[in-house]
């Protein structure tokens, strides 16, 4: 072991062979097992862009209780999005994997010859994607790289689903109810909660993940390149200055700005050999976007509304939402399933929807303010039997600022594999060289298929060396070892080094190759 590994790890750590005891005696004067990290983690461990980073690593056989491995198991780390696996799995705690929520349109008024005479109402009630992720076998559907994180990384694509699928199915409802027009308003009711993230709206109605995708391919060298906006609704259209350079010259394409008015100004170069590059805008005001979306589909839908269509939405003429719920229903959604919208969640990290979870636990205990959801999921796994000191949590998504231990986030796991479901939480998480965040991460390792697990990274500018800093690098979940354990595992990396994006890749592919040692070692 290399002096750099070990003056992290010497004080309650030693190396072993795979078969090595793990339930060695500890060093004089520390009561907690001595660490069991297999030779093959160690190597990844000890490489030079983690030397002045910190490891914590807690391994654990579920079936058994016995503790694998704890390398600084009992310290607080900051976990990134593995976050996600606390604010989902309260929320699964709460309702359960088959829980839908229902979308509805309610009428304000009469309907005479046809004729709605008042408002009609689209109340926005949290679902994460509205019918427009969903596959015909009834699944969610997702990309491995998802939009949600086009801007920052590079590779990110779309599913083939119509986003605008949910508002065309309640417009279709509105038509069949037998209103052919509205006299009123079309009102998006966005009222049952209201919350922030990153500076981001969350809120109870949710469009294309309330973002605008731009799909830019490449033209003829010295041509324009084509940008494909995504939904296209009104008043939105895009301003490109993209040009096509020859294949191979170094180009980039700045993110989407909103220049006002509908307008998206975007500019850049794009190599003439290039694959489609995504790009997207996060909607700033999510209710009026989705307002104008319905109209234009109960256009498509042949109910004619005689309001401008890309009005600024409001409530404020709304009854309290008592009232509003207690209104007849012309349209309903029905949501996807909890465990396919945590699916859609845990598999490509989506930040938004697992703090709309957190929301909506807010809600549940009967108030608007997100801010109290995350009390809320604490006094859940409380209830549940975890240690809830193991975590410091502000948000549901795992921004900076949340810290957790690696045998509290193992604890979670092992909560979670004793419920009868816990096969259909399993699958919620990315699967190591198969599928979300973990696709491409350790595909030709013998571990690949048997690691179920929640990645979370943290990623900033280190101006002083011109280079990247990686704040945390984090996989835990379960994991069927080679000798047939079941094992609940966290692998938590702080203050790791990188000289560019790929080798923030590399981190993953790293915190993976240590997952698949252990995976191998026991």
């Not at 914590?56 to 579920?62: K, L, R």
């Not at 410091?392 to 979670?416: C, F, H, K, P």
């Amino acid at each position: 072991m290399a002096a750099a590994l070990m003056l992290v790890v010497a004080s309650v750590a030693t190396a072993c062979t795979p078969d090595a005891d793990p339930a060695a005696p500890a060093p004089a004067g520390d009561a907690r097992p001595v660490s069991q990290v297999p030779d093959a983690a160690l190597e990844v461990m000890d490489q030079p862009e983690y030397a002045n980073g910190r490891w914590h690593i807690t391994a654990t056989d579920i079936d058994t209780g016995e503790v694998l491995i704890d390398l600084d198991g009992d310290k607080m780390a900051e976990p990134g999005s593995f976050v996600k696996t606390y604010s989902v799995g309260a929320a699964w705690l709460t309702w359960g994997p088959d829980h839908t929520l229902t979308t509805p349109v309610k009428r304000v008024g009469e309907v005479v010859g046809g004729v709605l005479r008042g408002d009609l109402v689209l109340v926005g009630k949290g679902d994460l994607t509205m019918g427009g992720r969903t596959k015909p076998d009834g699944t969610v559907d997702f990309t491995n790289l998802d939009h949600n994180d086009a801007n920052p990384l590079p590779g990110a694509t779309l599913t083939p689903e119509d986003p605008l699928t949910g508002l065309d199915d309640l417009a279709a409802q509105v038509k069949a109810s037998g209103i052919d027009a509205v006299s009123g308003d079309v009102v998006v009711d966005d009222r049952l909660f209201a919350g922030e993230l990153a500076g981001e709206p969350i809120t109870p109605i949710i469009i294309n993940q309330n973002i605008l995708d731009l799909q830019i391919t490449p033209g003829d060298v010295g041509e324009p390149a084509t940008v494909e906006l995504t939904p296209a609704v009104e008043p939105w259209r895009v301003v490109s200055d993209i040009r096509t350079v020859a294949a191979g010259e170094q180009a980039a394409v700045t993110n989407p700005a909103s220049a006002g008015g509908g307008e998206i100004v975007i500019s850049g170069t794009i190599a003439a050999d290039s694959d489609p590059q995504l790009k997207v805008l996060v909607l700033e005001d999510p209710a009026t976007f989705a307002r104008t979306a319905f109209i234009e589909a109960l256009g498509r839908a042949g109910v004619s509304v005689g309001v401008d269509p890309i009005a600024v939405n409001s409530t404020a003429a709304l009854a309290p939402q008592a009232g509003i719920d207690a209104l007849p229903s012309v349209a309903e959604l029905e949501s996807l399933p909890l465990e396919e919208e945590a699916t859609y969640v845990m598999k490509i990290s989506y930040n938004r929807g697992a703090q709309t979870f957190v929301c909506l636990l807010a809600v549940e205990t009967g108030t608007d303010d997100c801010s109290t959801g995350v009390s809320e999921a604490g006094r859940i796994w409380k209830d549940a039997g975890l240690d809830i000191t193991g975590a410091s949590l502000i948000d549901g998504s795992g921004l900076d600022g949340n810290y957790i231990t690696a045998e509290n986030a193992v604890q979670i796991q092992t909560i979670m594999a004793d419920r009868a479901d816990a096969e259909r939480w399993r699958d919620t998480l990315p699967i190591l060289g198969v599928d979300g965040s973990l696709s491409t991460v350790q595909a030709d390792s013998p571990a690949a298929g048997k690691v179920f697990a929640k990645t979370g990274t943290l990623a900033g500018g280190d101006s002083f060396n011109g280079r990247l800093r990686l704040g945390t690098k984090t996989l835990g979940g379960v994991m069927e070892t080679q000798s047939g354990r079941n094992v609940a595992f966290t692998i938590i990396l702080n203050q790791g080094f990188a000289d560019d994006i790929d080798g923030v890749f590399t981190a993953n592919d790293d915190v993976g190759a240590v997952a698949a040692a252990i995976q191998q070692g026991f």
